[in-house]
């Protein structure tokens, strides 16, 4: 338990700094820009991988973010694709 709490928080931490220096939607840079957002999903994948590793922990999220990257092309269209809600016992 406690490896997998080590494992969440470092890459919610990795993802929380990609999205301040590097994201064409969360970097303090683009949001200077005033440009409608470049993601096409709503949350966003940034924001869609620390909600589902928040909620149902990483290694099945972990999978699932990826094939949604690999979803994203430019010819898509935009959508809403939230995290599904956490199945409790």
């Not at 200077?32 to 909600?51: F, R, T, V």
Request: glycine share 4%; aromatic share 14%; hydrophobic share 40%.
């Amino acid at each position: 338990m406690k490896i997998n709490n080590i494992l969440k928080n470092t890459l919610i931490g990795l993802v929380k700094l990609y999205q301040k220096i590097l994201s064409p939607d969360h970097s303090f840079w683009a949001r200077g820009l005033n440009k409608p957002p470049y993601c096409k999903h709503i949350p966003s994948c940034s924001q869609y991988m620390i909600e589902s590793v928040e909620k149902k922990g990483v290694i099945l999220w972990l999978l699932k973010w990826i094939w949604r990257i690999f979803r994203c092309m430019p010819w898509s269209k935009w959508w809403y694709d939230p995290v599904e809600k956490s199945i409790e016992k």
